[in-house]
């Protein structure tokens, strides 16, 4: 059975059943394989904010979303191939947001469901990687 509480031990089950922890040495490297996997979700947090802030600033002001539809086959504009290339634009950086939410989530639940191991240490890895990483990325992301 399972505890539901927190615990200390070197010997705990993590996410699949190959990947059984008998030993100390084995805990430590546990303990570092979350603590990356933290690090990664913050990093992949904090890229998402960066691209999101890059997005607003691509796009010009005066566009609308009406301007980011296909033109019509009757009208002329001498916009189009400006607009062609923004929507374009738009869409790779969509495209790109979407795919690092995609990874974030992915990530963000493997990392729930290791704490729901209930080990403290494997918590206290969480919980480091998650500052370590925050205290890493946001400085380079909101660097000019």
């Not at 002329?76 to 979407?98: A, D």
């Not at 290791?114 to 660097?143: D, H, K, Q």
Request: proline letters at 3%; aromatic letters at 14%; glycine letters at 4%.
């Amino acid at each position: 059975m399972m505890q539901m509480y927190f615990y200390f031990s070197d010997k705990v089950v993590l996410l699949f059943d190959f990947w059984n922890v008998h030993t100390p040495a084995g805990m430590v490297l546990s303990v570092l394989v979350v603590l990356l996997l933290a690090v990664l979700y913050e990093a992949i947090k904090n890229s998402k904010t960066k691209l999101l802030r890059q997005t607003i600033l691509a796009i010009p002001t005066t566009l609308s979303q009406e301007s980011l539809r296909e033109p019509e086959t009757g009208s002329v504009n001498s916009n189009v191939g400006q607009q062609n290339t923004t929507s374009k634009r738009w869409f790779l950086y969509h495209i790109s947001q979407s795919l690092l939410h995609v990874a974030q989530v992915v990530i963000g639940y493997l990392v729930m469901l290791v704490v729901m191991s209930y080990n403290t240490w494997i918590f206290l890895g969480v919980i480091v990687g998650s500052a370590l990483g925050y205290y890493l990325a946001y400085p380079v992301f909101t660097a000019r």
